[in-house]
């Protein structure tokens, strides 16, 4: 049975897509070469990454899911700030913020946490941190790069005027190829 490389988040809408788009393309004139940057149009929220799973546990977890989004209510984010995982003094992971109504967000995906670990995914051992993933800093980078990258990112001001409504989650499946990946959504379970 073939295995599927999948992923349970929020999806964007366009007009907030575009904005970081606007601010991908302003960091990229920024001589930042050393980095891989992610297509805007699959910019999301995961919730959970479920990783290679085979086909025939879809339906369970699509089930998991709906049940998981019916014990929540539709809720509002709102998307700023610029920052690095771990850290801006050695970044590794460029991303953008999201706040809002954080408990919503946070039950949500516990909710989903205990529900797929019932199918055998493990819980989350790290706190639940939402963020939305610009690019990624290639292995190769001298620290001299990633410091001028984290003093960057630290005068980097970025606010979406837009709200990002939630009111589903999905269920995607992500196909890796050499230019990126390309996300298909499998299904969609609305909240409550």
């Known amino acids: 049975m073939p295995l599927v490389r999948c992923f349970i988040a929020i999806e964007l809408p366009v007009e907030v897509k575009n904005e970081l788009a606007g601010l991908i393309h302003s960091?990229?004139?920024r001589s930042l070469n050393f980095m891989s940057w992610v297509d805007p149009k699959?910019?999301?929220?995961?919730?959970k990454f479920l990783?290679?799973?085979s086909q025939e546990l879809i339906p369970d977890i699509e089930q998991s899911m709906e049940d998981a989004a019916q014990q929540s209510h539709?809720?509002?984010l709102g998307v700023s700030g610029t920052g690095a995982f771990p850290n801006l003094n050695r970044p590794e992971?460029?991303?953008?913020g999201v706040n809002g109504e954080m408990d919503k967000l946070n039950a949500?995906?516990?909710n989903i946490d205990i529900n797929m670990e019932m199918l055998g995914f493990p819980r989350e051992k790290k706190p639940y941190t939402p963020h939305l993933t610009l690019a990624r800093v290639r292995i190769e980078a001298p620290d001299f790069d990633r410091q001028r990258l984290g003093k960057l990112l630290a005068a980097t001001s970025f606010t979406s005027a837009l709200a990002v409504k939630v009111t589903g989650v999905h269920l995607i499946k992500s196909q890796l190829t050499p230019t990126g990946p390309i996300y298909t959504?499998?299904?969609t379970s609305r909240l409550s």
């Open 93 to 96: 992971l460029i991303w953008v």
């Open 27 to 29: 960091l990229k004139n």
């Open 108 to 110: 949500l995906q516990k």
């Open 74 to 76: 539709p809720f509002q």
């Open 42 to 47: 699959g910019i999301h929220i995961t919730l």
């Open 185 to 187: 959504v499998m299904k």
């Open 51 to 53: 990783g290679e799973v």
